[in-house]
């Protein structure tokens, strides 16, 4: 991390001061709402664990007063007051941290209580690929860090390259199946993990029809016949009816993720070229040899 921070602020120093936000800013939010912040936050809340990794690796995790149960990295955020999460807010912990701002999604139904108890929020988080960047360049515009946002995504961008290199030479590329919850909910092709998916060099068996983070019907798992399945270990999925027929039961390539890799590539934030790496890795065992 501190790494990337200096390489950040290398590049921050070299363009200026052109590129400071100016204040009183208005913006329109993930949840279509206009919101003004008046000033440059100095006391921010965030209430997603992709949010806070971004905020810390735009140098200013030192502004954080406060983020949601599920914030662990970096390390510094688990020193941090928590304020439960998207469906089990603490409403009056955020309230009395006195943000400037909280950072929330769309999802769970933040804004209207917050906003009603005078705070300021705003829904920002990123589902598809390209959206990891341009919400990233977004957060940076509110936080009065721009160069840095632009150094950050220079960096994803880069360390996502790099790892394209080596799966762009794979001989095959599997068939893939990728539970992200035993229901099943899966990926599609178009969505943040779908995309890192595609990248490390499998081929996505949900079409882009069905939705970004879509409920699968298990027996489309059947008839698609994966060669690989990943998110879900061979006994579980070997269980299931009719599934011990399925081309990746058979020969073996079945991978559960491990857990912090499982983390990062549930995050859309600064470590998507580490997450993906490890999915790689994980399926093209060969390349890194």
């Known amino acids: 991390m501190k790494g ?11 363009s200026g001061a052109a590129g400071a936000t100016t204040y009183p ?11 003004t912040l ?11 664990p992709s949010t806070t990794e971004t905020v810390c690796a735009l140098g200013l995790c030192d502004r954080l007063v406060g ?18 999460g998207l469906y089990n807010p603490n409403i009056e912990a955020m309230v009395a941290l006195k943000p400037d701002v909280v950072l929330v999604s769309q999802y769970g139904k933040l804004a209207e209580p917050l906003t009603q ?29 721009e160069a840095q946002a632009r150094a950050l995504v220079g960096k994803i961008k880069g360390d996502i390259a790099r790892v394209e290199i080596l799966t762009k030479n794979a001989v095959r590329k599997p068939t893939a199946y990728f539970e992200i919850d035993p229901t099943p909910y899966s990926i ?22 069905m939705g970004d983070f879509p ?17 879900v270990d061979a006994k579980t999925a070997g269980a299931r009816p009719g599934w011990s027929g399925i081309s990746a039961l058979k020969t073996g390539k079945v991978r559960d993720i491990p857990a912090e890799l499982n983390t990062m590539l549930g995050r859309p934030g600064p470590r998507l070229g580490q997450a993906l790496m490890g999915l790689a890795k994980l399926i093209h065992p060969e390349l890194f040899k």
């Open 4 to 14: 990337i921070l200096t390489l950040i602020t290398l590049s921050a120093a070299l």
């Open 25 to 35: 800013l208005t913006i329109t939010d993930d949840l279509g709402r206009k919101v």
């Open 38 to 48: 008046k000033a440059e936050p100095k006391r921010i809340v965030s209430v997603l």
């Open 67 to 84: 983020v949601d149960d599920y914030s662990d990295f970096p390390q510094q955020a688990t020193k941090l007051p928590k304020v439960g």
């Open 117 to 145: 108890a005078g705070v300021t929020v705003i829904a920002v988080n990123p589902e598809t690929y390209d959206e990891v960047f341009t919400k990233t360049a977004l957060l940076g515009k509110i936080l009065n860090r």
């Open 188 to 209: 599609g092709p178009n969505s943040f993990m779908g995309v890192l998916l595609t990248k490390a060099g499998a081929r996505n068996i949900i079409p882009a029809s």
């Open 215 to 231: 409920k699968v019907d298990p027996e489309f798992i059947v008839k698609a016949n994966p060669q690989l399945i990943l998110g």
